[in-house]
């Protein structure tokens, strides 16, 4: 396969579409740019396609061009890990709707000339997963040995169960859920808010200008909090004060600067963030995540969306994640018993809460490894 | 790998190719002879995350869950057969979970430790204490094992219920017990039921 450049990493392609997309509109051209790691089989039996969660990208084992940091889960794949491109044709792309080069907002809008801002459609997460089918399509992948994803790449999967049943044999869906909670969309909203309130905003019109970068670390910060768990802040920062000159120990300024530790972490994340992010995408994918509710897709009943599903699965939640909960995992295996699928869950115990999938997790590894072993 | 007494009797007795239920899977022992020896479809119910991913691990389809409250989410005869080994006495109501084996599964395997056999009478009748034995090695603060029934309690149960035995068998050891010496003499007992 050397010498087809298709394959590899920092691909690009602009397929000419269109997709249609769930809110009504075509998408034309549909631009996406992924990766792939190891050597497609000849009878192409060894894909694995990895999704990625709401703020990440297609670099999953491989440095991130811009920040220089380590593929986001070489926890997972790699080299004598459970997913290893020396066994398996890895694929990982960037969602439409993204920033890292797959359409989105800040990509342009070929009626216009000029990127698409707000003018670009609503998503969802089933027009993300039928980006990907047309990804495949390109790379000649037929049917894929595992979807495998965690939080927003956990509900891709399921998508792809309940979307193209006959292309999946087999779904790994970690820390995830089957519909966005009213908590989950009441925490989107505040980030929503804080981009659309920072007059840099312009209405989403700011390319080529100053990007919303105060609103979107906001909106960063307040989603960080939902990805740790308390215990975990507690254990990490306590009440415990910034450093300052001469005070080790710090001291309260009787001000607004980040006094605490934790108000000073959260700064940082935000101000990381808004570097490699943008506003505009993080509206879209928030959206997409909101509007996922995979029964109401499919007449109300979550069982019939894997009704006669072939694909085995696998869930895996942690018991400190409350952004999404051991319960919301239940309920879709409770919905896979009752369409008689094969279905393996397990509760992992860690301090980490929701980000727990994408840290040190031992049992996670030990799990997917088999899981995905079993099925060949 | 040899089988656990009980769990070899049920593996010798389920139909080839059936759609099986382990609840109480532990690391997936049984489910794994019945995938490999008898072309089952096996299925697995387990409360312990260690012993789920290690089944897990063995490439079987097992979920974290606990027999109390887990079952009532499965449907009506969607199993050939429910099987409780060695799960019935930790269940906070036996009762409940034995009507949802005979609801989930067309025929049920039941198998549990007799607390009639002699050596467990005769450690309380003599020892005055709370017999711990090779097949009941935990003491009484951290045994597992909170609904002590008998082989008699057990066939007395299935009569008010109206259950059908299909077959039983009675073990000490590797050994097999008549059914009449069995409340006396059996460390174990196997049931096939049916409603």
């Known amino acids: 396969m050397t010498g087809d450049d298709r394959f590899g990493c920092n691909r690009h392609v ?24 190891g050597t497609l089989d000849a009878d192409g039996g060894n894909a694995i396609l ?9 670099h999953v084992a491989s440095e991130h061009p811009r920040t220089g940091k380590p593929g986001w889960w070489t926890r997972l794949i790699g080299p004598g890990k459970p997913i290893d491109p020396a066994r398996d044709f890895v694929i990982c792309s960037n969602v439409i709707g993204s920033c890292m080069g797959s359409s989105g907002p800040a990509s342009v809008n070929p009626a216009t000339g000029r990127p698409w801002g707000m003018a670009f459609p609503v998503i969802t997460i089933r027009d993300m997963v039928r980006a990907q089918g047309m990804l495949l ?51 989107h909203e505040v980030g ?9 905003w312009q209405g989403g019109d700011y390319y080529g200008g100053e990007p919303p ?6 909106a960063r910060m307040a989603a960080h909090i939902t990805y740790l768990s308390e215990a975990g802040l507690t254990e990490k920062f306590g009440r415990r004060l910034q450093a300052r000159p001469g005070k080790e120990d710090g001291t309260k300024s009787f001000g607004f600067d980040a006094d605490f530790q934790v108000e000073s972490y959260l700064r940082h994340q935000g101000l990381a963030f808004v570097d490699r992010f943008d506003a505009n995408s993080y509206l879209y994918i928030t959206r997409a995540l909101d509007y996922f509710d995979l029964a109401e897709e499919h007449g109300g009943l979550l069982a019939n969306a894997f009704r006669d ?17 051991t319960s919301e995992s239940r309920a879709i295996v409770q919905a896979l018993n009752a369409a008689g699928a094969p279905v ?30 079993g099925g060949r | 790998m040899s089988l656990r007494s009980d769990l070899a009797v049920i593996a010798g007795h389920v139909a080839e190719g059936s759609r099986v239920l382990d609840v109480g899977c532990g690391d997936g022992a049984l489910m794994a002879a019945l995938r490999d020896d008898r072309g089952c479809d096996a299925r697995g119910l387990e409360i312990d995350a260690g012993n789920v991913a290690s089944a897990v691990a063995r490439g079987l389809s097992v979920i974290q869950g606990d027999a109390d409250v887990d079952l009532a989410g499965y449907p009506d005869r969607s199993f050939d057969y429910a099987i409780l080994s060695q799960t019935l006495q930790t269940a906070r109501a036996p009762d409940v979970v034995l009507d949802h084996l005979l609801r989930i599964g067309r025929r049920a395997f039941v198998s549990f430790p007799n607390f009639a056999q002699w050596r467990v009478r005769l450690s309380l009748l003599w020892g005055g204490r709370m017999p711990v034995t090779r097949q009941l090695p935990e003491s009484w603060f951290d045994t597992p094992n909170i609904h002590h029934v008998t082989i008699d309690d057990f066939r007395e149960h299935l009569k008010e219920r109206g259950v ?8 000490s050891g590797d050994r097999q017990r008549s059914s009449a010496a069995a409340n006396l003499l059996a460390q174990h007992a196997v049931f096939l039921l049916r409603r």
Not at chain 1, 19 to 36: N, Q
Not at chain 1, 139 to 162: D, I, T
Not at chain 1, 349 to 368: I, K, Q, T
Request: charged letters at 15%; a negative charge; proline letters at 6%.
């Open chain 1, 14 to 37: 602009t397929l000419p579409g269109p997709l249609r997309l769930d809110g009504g509109m075509l998408l034309s051209p549909v631009e996406i740019a992924y990766e792939t790691y």
């Open chain 1, 213 to 218: 970068a105060a609103g979107l670390a906001v």
């Open chain 1, 192 to 200: 929503r808010q804080a981009i659309m309130a920072d007059p840099k």
């Open chain 1, 50 to 58: 990895v999704c990625h969660a709401l703020t990440g990208d297609q």
């Open chain 1, 309 to 325: 599903a072939p694909t085995r699965f696998c869930l895996v939640s942690f018991d400190t994640d409350w952004l999404y909960p």
């Open chain 1, 137 to 187: 399509d390109h790379l000649g992948v037929a049917r894929l040995k595992a979807v495998v994803g965690g939080s927003m790449g956990g509900m891709q999967a399921l998508s792809w169960a309940a979307t193209f049943p006959e292309r999946i044999a087999a779904a790994v869906v970690i820390a995830s859920t089957a519909r966005h909670s009213a908590q989950n969309i009441a925490f």
């Open chain 1, 344 to 373: 393996s869950f397990v509760e992992l115990s860690s301090p980490y809460g929701h980000d727990a999938f994408l840290l040190d997790a031992p049992e996670m590894n030990r799990v997917v490894d088999g899981f995905l072993k």
């Open chain 2, 164 to 171: 059908t035995v299909e077959g039983a068998w009675f073990l």
